[in-house]
T-cell receptor, first 112, second 114 residues
Framework: GESVGLHLPTLSVQEGDNSIINCAYSNSASDYFIWYKQESGKGPQFIIDIRSNMDKRQGQRVTVLLNKTVKHLSLQIAATQPGDSAVYFCVESGGSNYKLTFGKGTLLTVNP | EAGVAQSPRYKIIEKRQSVAFWCNPISGHATLYWYQQILGQGPKLLIQFQNNGVVDDSQLPKDRFSAERLKGVDSTLKIQPAKLEDSAVYLC????????????FGEGSWLTVV
């Protein structure tokens, strides 16, 4: 079946460094992608999204890159802070029912 | 703007008992979702409502799970009878429309079945 996968289940960075979280998707019909952040004990929180007619979108300290040729998505976090420690989910949507499909997530740990 | 409200936050029940979770979406959001998140996994969609109609319930275990959104606003998810494998966080989410829009999640209802 269709799935969204992540290359690395965990990522550990030093405070102040830049973080890059990668994601591979398999549904070529997906046309909308979202990154969610989930802190311990909380629901997923929207970070940034991108539509398939774009290859880059920037937010506050975050940038999402989309490479449709290789079905790859990445989230870049600049100057990572301890408050960025969380699980990050790459989510795709589109196809016949526009269902959001979550992967397993990447755990980001920021060391002070 | 108030977020998605859920209750109860925590519930512990014995297997074969029943439980119900309540969700009040963000005001004006037509689409409401219930997700199940098992520890260490990403959320899995159980059911999606557009107003008070069901859009997708293909992954809802209908022999034991039921959900309703009678007036197109708040919603209830029920499990009866519960099994050990139902232990999870039940997340409610809402969005303005059903396609291509950001969905907003509540804090979740944590269920432990013993």
């Amino acid at each position: 079946g269709e799935s969204v996968g992540l290359h690395l289940p965990t990522l550990s960075v030093q405070e102040g460094d830049n973080s890059i979280i990668n994601c591979a998707y398999s549904n070529s019909a997906s046309d909308y992608f979202i990154w969610y952040k989930q802190e311990s004990g909380k629901g997923p929180q929207f970070i940034i999204d991108i539509r398939s007619n774009m290859d880059k979108r920037q937010g506050q300290r975050v940038t999402v890159l989309l490479n449709k040729t290789v079905k790859h998505l990445s989230l870049q976090i600049a100057a990572t802070q301890p408050g960025d420690s969380a699980v990050y989910f790459c989510v795709e949507s589109g196809g016949s029912n526009y269902k959001l499909t979550f992967g397993k997530g990447t755990l980001l740990t920021v060391n002070p | 703007e108030a977020g998605v409200a859920q209750s109860p936050r925590y519930k512990i029940i014995e297997k074969r008992q029943s439980v119900a979770f309540w969700c009040n979406p963000i005001s004006g959001h037509a689409t409401l979702y219930w997700y199940q998140q098992i520890l260490g996994q990403g959320p899995k969609l159980l059911i999606q409502f557009q107003n008070n109609g069901v859009v997708d319930d293909s992954q809802l275990p209908k022999d034991r799970f039921s959900a309703e959104r009678l007036k197109g606003v708040d919603s209830t998810l029920k499990i009866q009878p519960a099994k050990l494998e139902d232990s999870a966080v039940y997340l409610c989410a809402s969005s303005p429309e059903w396609y291509g829009n950001t969905i907003y999640f509540g804090e979740g209802s944590w269920l432990t079945v013993v």
